[in-house]
């Protein structure tokens, strides 16, 4: 009699839960087997991203970008870590010291020439990814050797002038060659905005007048000529003038050579 009772008591539960879910199921709360489930995007679930693309880049480049991270890590080695800024370019990659993959047989970091050439091969490897402003050219600039590392220095220029500030890309190489960092600022575009109106001279003492503590020694030198890149204030385009570089008593002061305006007064002295 007590079995009997027990059956049908677990009988009766059995029903209520089925009768429980088939109403949730109605209710929308529980998917029956016969109602297929939504899509993952239909529930406020992210569509799952793949590791080497980044969620914060539009979704139209980041199948670009996925092929660019191969073929860089195929050409310079899968111990790298590539670095994008946010308009997509190539800003950094970190490489690491004695990295087996992609050594230079009887490399020398000692020897300037060889330094050279394989930081010239790996700017050609990334040129495409740094994104620099047509009719900017990377210019080799400084070759910094050393007994286990050494060190490439490209300028962006202009039919020689160099372009500053930025426009900078510094490749740091280890004792096989291998690529131990690149650093980039390179301008991806430049809009040159004026003509040379001014002399050295002339713009050498609108550099002296624009430093308030003066003496009779103060002089300006021959100054240097620079593209000065800046961007405008309500935004657009970066603007390139044609300027003058000059060190006055310390102080660096950039004059616009059209205009003789002071673009950029700064102390450099080490206090």
Same mark, same amino acid.
């Given at each position: 009699?007590?079995?009997?009772?027990?059956?049908?008591? /677990?009988?009766?539960?059995?029903?209520?839960?089925?009768? @429980?879910?088939?109403?949730?199921?109605?209710?929308?709360?529980?998917?029956?087997?016969?109602?297929?489930?939504?899509?993952?995007?239909?529930?406020?679930?992210?569509? *799952?991203?793949?590791?080497?693309?980044?969620?914060?880049?539009?979704? !139209?480049?980041? /199948?670009?970008? &996925? +092929?660019?991270?191969?073929?860089?890590?195929? =050409?310079?080695?899968?111990?790298?870590?590539?670095?994008?800024?946010?308009?997509?370019?190539?800003?950094?990659?970190?490489?690491?010291?004695?990295?087996?993959? *992609?050594?230079?047989? %009887?490399? !020398?970091?000692?020897?300037?020439?060889? &330094?050279?050439?394989?930081?010239?091969?790996?700017?050609?490897?990334? !040129?495409?990814?740094?994104?620099?402003? #047509?009719?900017?050219?990377?210019?080799?600039?400084?070759?910094?050797?050393?007994?286990?590392?050494?060190?490439?220095?490209? !300028?962006?220029?202009?039919?020689?002038?160099?372009?500053? #500030?930025? /426009? *900078?890309?510094?490749?740091?190489? +280890?004792?096989?060659?291998?690529?131990?960092?690149?650093?980039?600022?390179? $301008?991806?575009?430049? %809009?040159?905005?004026?003509?040379?109106?001014?002399?050295? +001279?002339?713009?050498?003492?609108?550099?002296?007048?624009?430093?308030?503590?003066?003496?009779? &020694?103060?002089? =300006?030198?021959?100054?240097?000529?620079?593209? $000065?890149?800046?961007?405008?204030? @309500?935004? @657009?385009? #970066?603007? /390139?003038?044609?300027?003058?570089?000059?060190?006055?008593?310390?102080?660096?002061?950039?004059?616009?050579?059209? =205009? @003789?305006?002071?673009?950029?007064? *700064?102390?450099?002295?080490?206090?």
């Amino acid at each position: 009699m007590k079995f009997d009772l027990l059956k049908k008591i /677990g009988i009766l539960g059995t029903l209520g839960i089925v009768a @429980g879910a088939g109403f949730l199921s109605l209710r929308g709360q529980i998917p029956s087997r016969s109602t297929p489930r939504p899509a993952p995007s239909s529930i406020g679930l992210m569509p *799952r991203v793949s590791p080497s693309v980044s969620p914060s880049f539009p979704a !139209q480049s980041q /199948g670009v970008r &996925a +092929g660019t991270e191969f073929k860089l890590k195929e =050409s310079l080695g899968d111990s790298v870590d590539l670095f994008f800024g946010p308009d997509g370019r190539l800003g950094e990659i970190r490489g690491r010291m004695g990295a087996t993959s *992609r050594k230079v047989p %009887n490399f !020398q970091p000692k020897d300037a020439a060889a &330094a050279s050439a394989r930081g010239k091969a790996i700017l050609e490897s990334v !040129q495409d990814s740094l994104g620099v402003a #047509p009719g900017f050219p990377l210019v080799e600039v400084h070759v910094q050797i050393g007994v286990i590392s050494a060190q490439v220095t490209y !300028q962006q220029s202009l039919a020689g002038i160099p372009v500053e #500030p930025g /426009g *900078r890309v510094v490749i740091d190489l +280890g004792s096989h060659g291998e690529l131990l960092g690149l650093s980039s600022e390179a $301008w991806s575009s430049v %809009n040159l905005i004026n003509e040379v109106k001014l002399d050295s +001279g002339s713009a050498g003492r609108i550099a002296v007048n624009a430093i308030e503590e003066k003496n009779t &020694a103060m002089s =300006s030198g021959s100054g240097s000529s620079v593209i $000065w890149v800046s961007r405008p204030i @309500g935004g @657009g385009s #970066p603007e /390139g003038r044609h300027a003058y570089q000059f060190m006055v008593n310390g102080r660096m002061v950039v004059v616009d050579a059209s =205009s @003789g305006a002071v673009l950029k007064r *700064r102390d450099v002295r080490i206090h």
